[in-house]
């Protein structure tokens, strides 16, 4: 079975530009989850989908982020403009919206992609 | 304020002996806890997770403890391996969830 599948892999952009990340889930996964992680920093939540609706989004910097999950699968993270301090690795994750606390906590995760603005 | 904490940002552990990564956590509401994984240029992984209603879980040569009173968490892996060389990451989960990452802790297992 197919993992969290995320592109690009790296991007380095200039300031200013924008930016997108694709993400993948799980196939049957409901739930999406989208992560920055700092550097020598854990994983910190950016946004939470349960199928297309965007359920926690309260750590989103709205002003120049956005994010979409069309049809409930697939998920699109965009950055406009980017700046130097967004140079991170942003990660997805999916996991089961299953009735079961251990199912719907354990989140799958892609490899990332890591940006640098600069 | 970072509500997770690893204290240990590094571990160095012989091959064979035992590992011991630590956790603590400041919200009394978190109810279950999770050790993530992580070699370079891949993601975390799950490893182990455990409720707060239990004091340990065990799973092969991984088990965590869990220390509720103290707020405190530990994953203990014996026997070490080289293989298992990587970033550990504890993490809790509230009511609504929502997962909270420590800052991870580095462990290299010397041959």
């Known amino acids: 079975e197919a993992g969290v599948v995320q592109s690009p892999r790296y991007k380095i952009i200039e300031k200013k530009q924008p930016v997108a990340f694709w993400c993948n889930p799980i196939s049957g996964h409901n739930t999406l989850y989208w992560y920055r992680q700092n550097l020598g920093q854990g994983p910190e939540l950016l946004i939470r989908?349960?199928?297309?609706?965007?359920?926690?989004d309260s750590q989103l910097p709205k002003d120049r982020f956005s994010a979409e999950r069309l049809k409930g699968v697939d998920s699109t993270l965009k950055i406009q403009p980017a700046e130097l301090g967004d140079s991170a690795v942003y990660l997805c994750?999916?996991?089961?919206?299953?009735?079961?606390?251990?199912?719907?906590?354990?989140?799958?995760f892609g490899a990332g992609t890591r940006l640098s603005v600069l | 304020d970072q509500q997770v904490k690893q204290n240990s940002p590094s571990l160095s552990v012989q091959e064979g002996r035992i590992s011991i990564l630590n956790c603590d956590y400041t919200n009394s509401m978190f109810d279950y806890f999770l050790w993530y994984k992580k070699y370079p240029a891949e993601g975390p992984t799950f490893l182990i997770s455990i409720s707060s209603i239990k004091d340990k879980n065990e799973d092969g040569r991984f088990t965590v403890f869990l220390n509720k009173s103290a707020k405190h968490l530990s994953l203990h892996i014996v026997p070490s391996q080289p293989g298992d060389s990587a970033v550990y990451f504890c993490?809790?989960?509230?009511?609504?969830?929502?997962?909270?990452f420590g800052t991870g802790t580095r462990l290299t297992v010397i041959p």
């Open positions: 994750a999916s996991s089961l919206d299953g009735t079961q606390r251990e199912a719907k906590n354990i989140q799958y």
């Open positions: 989908y349960e199928n297309e609706e965007a359920v926690d």
């Open positions: 993490a809790a989960s509230d009511w609504a969830n929502n997962l909270f």
